[in-house]
């Protein structure tokens, strides 16, 4: 877990820890190995690691190597922590909440993976009781582990432009050590491998649905250019034919460019059900790397009528939009920018306010397309994940009560293959 922290205290600090750490250990074990070969003493099915301290020293020993398993049981927490956040960040894991409890941003706390590790390792106690049990299924996790290292070092080394004959025999040369290895641990799988294998299995399928579910989706993302349908939007705010919506429709987009917006949002306000409202409002929220950054820009695309906010936030600021977007609001009103009457006659002679609906849009597929047995499964097992991150919702820290969320369809181009014919009247 030592490379773990590696975001945290750095690659050079990582390399001359780990010079006196290997040192430590291979002058502990060798001189285990020395002491029992010797003869000199009895293990008598205790730990050698004990049994060869002086009587004097037992005690202290004790207590030294007790504070030593607390800091490395830290260090695989913290570890941890960089491990989850290293998956979100790289979207092979499921938004979830991230704490930053230093300035400078390099620590981090994921709730989650507190709890985590901690129901984890309370389960792996009940379930094999004795530490001699464990070890089942810690010899299969370390095996596993040094295989994938060696092939994403394998990987690595290719990438960088390594010669592809020398990557090839330090492949094999590590495999076949490690495959040995791995072939006598797997008499273990009854006796506590099993343990390992399932929890490896529930984290692949984890970050295999979230990740190619997500590409499978963000495959047929398409954006809209905004000065296609500015008199659209005039038009329809000035149809009186059609219903009032609200008097402020509110779309959370991830569109970068001002004159661009996904186009699930074209589709929701104009395709499905026309949604007539007095103002249109676009909030994007960078999240920046600067820690402490809070501003927000405006920009009327259609003055008072189609107005987009870009909310910059640092990573350490509490993305509560909802509590942002009043003040905003509040701003605006001060300057004269908008109006904060209502879009209904009889609400607006007493007085009051427009009110605001925030629209979140779920794009879902069609079950008249036609996917792959394996895109279906992934898609599938895409929904049940999505399950373990945070909403939007409650990411943005959305008011729940003035929230719609809306369904849209991915549209994909599928020949339409034997197309139904026409019979004359019997």
Not at 186 to 202: A, H, Q, R
């Amino acid at each position: 877990m030592i490379y773990a922290g590696l975001g945290t205290f750095g690659s050079r600090n990582i390399r001359i820890s780990w010079t006196f750490v290997k040192t430590a250990l291979v002058l502990n074990y060798f001189g285990q190995g020395a002491w029992i070969l010797s003869g000199t003493g009895s293990v008598s099915g205790g730990n050698p690691f004990f049994s060869m301290m002086p009587s004097w020293f037992l005690v202290p020993g004790i207590i030294i190597a007790s504070a030593v398993s607390v800091i490395a049981s830290q260090s695989i927490i913290t570890g941890s922590f960089n491990l989850m956040g290293e998956a979100v960040s790289l979207n092979l894991w499921p938004k979830i909440k991230i704490l930053h409890p230093t300035k400078s941003g390099i620590i981090i706390y994921i709730p989650f993976v507190n709890w985590f590790l901690w129901i984890a390792c309370s389960l792996t106690v009940v379930i094999f009781r004795e530490s001699l049990d464990m070890t089942m299924a810690y010899g299969l996790a370390i095996n596993i582990m040094e295989i994938m290292t060696t092939l994403l070092l394998s990987y690595y080394l290719l990438q960088k432009g390594i010669s592809h004959r020398l990557v090839l025999i330090l492949l094999m040369v590590y495999l076949l050590a490690e495959g040995s290895f791995l072939t006598a641990n797997l008499n273990k799988f009854s006796s506590g491998g099993w343990y390992t294998i399932l929890i490896t299995t529930v984290f692949f399928f984890i970050m295999y649905g979230w990740y190619f579910g997500r590409k499978l989706k963000n495959r047929y993302i398409t954006f809209a250019d905004l000065d296609k349908y500015l008199d659209l939007f005039r038009d329809l705010s000035r149809d009186e034919s059609v219903p009032l919506y609200a008097t402020n429709l509110v779309y959370i987009i991830k569109a970068n460019r001002d004159d661009q917006v996904e186009s699930k949002v074209i589709y929701s306000i104009f395709h499905k059900q026309p949604r007539r409202a007095k103002t249109y409002w676009f909030l994007h929220v960078d999240r920046v790397d600067e820690p402490n950054r809070f501003d927000y820009r405006v920009k009327q695309i259609i003055p008072g009528l189609l107005i987009r906010i870009d909310f910059r936030i640092g990573f350490k600021v509490d993305p509560r939009i909802n509590l942002y977007f009043r003040e905003v609001i509040e701003d605006m009103m001060e300057a004269g920018e908008i109006s904060p009457e209502s879009g209904y006659d009889s609400l607006r002679k007493h007085g009051l306010q427009g009110e605001f609906i925030f629209v979140l849009i779920d794009r879902i597929m069609l079950r008249d397309i036609k996917l792959s047995a394996s895109e279906n499964f992934t898609l599938i097992l895409h929904m049940l994940v999505k399950q373990l991150g945070q909403s939007e919702e409650m990411a943005l820290h959305l008011d729940s009560t003035s929230i719609l969320v809306e369904k849209v369809p991915i549209i994909i181009d599928q020949p339409a293959g034997q197309r139904i014919r026409r019979t004359q009247q019997d």
